[in-house]
């Protein structure tokens, strides 16, 4: 087999020492990189640094004539996996979002083929990636189908906090894996609900829990990164949408159970992830509710929910349907009974206190030959793990 092989931009910024350590895994990983850097990011870490990491030659120069056969912003990008911009400058952004091509990054990323996707990762100043015109450029990015990822929130080199730190090496390590991720689901539709769901109990106030909604996206990410065709039901999350999913948002688990029905026609896997309040509330006020000085206590009356996996499983002619059960104690015989009841063929149980809200997980999959219990990992890599696990349970088509 080939040897997988990326190209690796880095445009100018302080993140661009991160990109080291990001040439150091993909390389352990065993894919080739082959580095291009702006006339700023040299400025940040010499191309030497970069050369020694890679074992391939570091390229700068639109006017480089080392190979006079070929050109370079033409053929780097040939056979690679994708390009992956990191650190992604606003500048560099901006420049892209504008189909400029003034030097050997921005060339080749507009010469590059539909077959070779564009990743970015941006890092710059906080107020720099809350401007319009850098928001503005996001959105164009996103909609000529540039992935995203990130940025992180935190310290940043500036001295200043908040959103703009760029994601570290081994996160964006995943995505690259994550795309060569083999198309286990190729042609498979798949129906996928994530994050918790809001009970209203008037107008203002609502019933919901602590769900982040970020293992059912990393579900959803890594079926479509398995070739799947994904609709993501999704509880109210602030989470950005996975690329190439579909999204639809729903509120109250009534919704959730009506935006399934009419999605799952033809759907041939049903992941139900989402953490569904069991009951809504019976009587909702269209008046906000008012502290009565008399009563010291209030009672709500809640009726019970639908439960939506458990209806998808009875259906005639149902999807492979696959269910997630957080539970604080007696997690495996509690999950095992669940799987039961539901009539599904694979259970995920997690510890309700390890997942909820957190990046990393600890999981285990049961299903008809026994509990296949997963090592701690991150969410995505779980995910792609449970992909790959659906992926030979399900019947050929
Ligand atoms: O019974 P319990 O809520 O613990 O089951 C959890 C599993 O069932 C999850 O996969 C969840 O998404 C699904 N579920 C559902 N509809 C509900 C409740 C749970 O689809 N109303």
Not at 99 to 104: E, H, K
Not at 318 to 333: M, N
């Amino acid at each position: 087999m080939k040897q997988a092989r990326i190209v690796l931009g880095v445009s100018g910024g302080i993140a661009a020492y991160k990109s080291c350590e990001l040439v150091r895994l993909l390389v352990k990983a065993g894919i080739a990189v082959d580095v291009v850097m702006t006339e700023a990011a040299t400025r940040f870490v010499g191309p030497a640094t970069f050369q020694a990491l890679s074992g391939r030659p570091v390229w700068t120069d639109l006017w480089d004539a080392r190979d006079a056969k070929s050109m370079a912003h033409i053929e780097l990008t040939r056979g690679a996996m994708a390009v992956l911009v990191a650190p992604a400058s606003a500048d560099f952004m901006a420049k892209v979002a504008c189909g400029l091509a003034d030097d050997l990054l921005s060339t080749l990323v507009l010469a590059r083929r539909a077959d070779c996707p564009l990743l970015m990762a941006p890092a710059m100043n906080v107020e720099m990636w809350q401007q319009a015109s850098t928001r503005r450029n996001m959105r164009t990015l996103a909609g000529d189908g540039v992935r995203l990822l990130g940025p992180g929130s935190g310290d940043q080199a500036c001295g200043e906090t908040g959103d703009g730190r760029m994601l570290e090496a081994v996160e964006l390590l995943g995505h690259v894996q994550a795309l060569a991720a083999p198309k286990v689901l190729e042609g498979r539709r798949v129906l996928i609900t994530a994050g918790p769901t809001e009970e209203p109990i008037d107008p203002v106030r609502v019933i919901t829990n602590t769900s982040s909604g970020k293992m059912g996206y990393a579900v959803a990410q890594a079926a479509a990164d398995a070739g799947a065709t994904v609709c993501l039901v999704s509880g109210p999350t602030a989470l950005p949408t996975p690329a190439g999913v579909t999204r639809i948002d729903v509120k109250t688990a009534h919704q959730m159970f009506e935006a399934v029905k009419a999605q799952v026609a033809g759907a041939e896997v049903f992941i139900a992830v989402a953490a569904v309040a069991d009951y809504h509330v019976k009587q909702y006020s269209e008046k906000k509710l008012k502290k009565d000085e008399r009563h010291p206590g209030l009672t709500l009356e809640l009726a019970q929910n639908p439960d939506i996996l458990a209806w998808v499983a009875s259906q005639p002619g149902a999807p492979f349907c696959v269910g997630f059960a957080a539970e604080s104690h007696d997690l495996l015989q509690n999950a095992e009974a669940k799987r039961k009841r539901k009539g599904i063929p694979l259970l995920v149980a997690n510890q309700a206190q390890d997942a909820f809200g957190r990046d990393d997980n600890e999981i285990t999959l049961i299903d008809d030959t026994g509990r296949h219990a997963l090592p701690r990992g991150s969410k995505s890599s779980l995910a792609r793990l449970l992909i790959a696990h659906i992926a030979e349970l399900l019947p050929p088509t």
